[in-house]
């Protein structure tokens, strides 16, 4: 069973910094595909930020030239540092694996594992 654990969340001033890890524990790491994705409530999850196995990445619009996301394959994590951060970044922020390693999925359906999310809240 593969278990995801996220941690970094909080709360930061609109143009501050944070910076999220995920844990990964059980399967292989580096045969997944890892994802950021990101939910506030009434809205349906929304794709952050991709790192595939094999090295390709990739970032939603809205968070480009602004976050990095990478993984240590060696130490099973998956990390996303989050730059010049806006209000409209408040969300609860989640990890997730994809078994198909070298996918580049934004959809959550296409997701196999989750962690169970971390908030982060950016005043204005």
């Known amino acids: 069973q593969v278990q995801l654990v996220e941690s970094g969340g909080g709360w930061v001033q609109t143009g501050g910094s944070l910076r999220l890890s995920c844990a990964v524990s059980?399967?292989?790491?580096?045969?997944?595909?890892l994802a950021w994705f990101r939910q506030t409530p009434g809205n349906e999850r929304e794709f952050v930020a991709i790192?595939?196995?094999?090295?390709?990445?990739s970032y939603a619009p809205s968070v480009w030239q602004r976050f990095t996301i990478s993984r240590d394959d060696s130490k099973n994590i998956l990390d996303l540092q989050m730059n010049t951060l806006k209000p409209e970044d408040t969300a609860v922020y989640y990890c997730?694996?994809?078994?198909?390693?070298?996918?580049?999925?934004?959809?959550?359906?296409?997701?196999?594992?989750w962690g169970q999310g971390t908030q982060v809240t950016v005043s204005s």
């Open positions: 790192a595939a196995s094999g090295g390709a990445i």
């Open positions: 997730a694996a994809d078994l198909e390693g070298s996918a580049l999925a934004v959809r959550p359906e296409s997701y196999h594992y």
């Open positions: 059980g399967g292989t790491f580096s045969d997944y595909a």
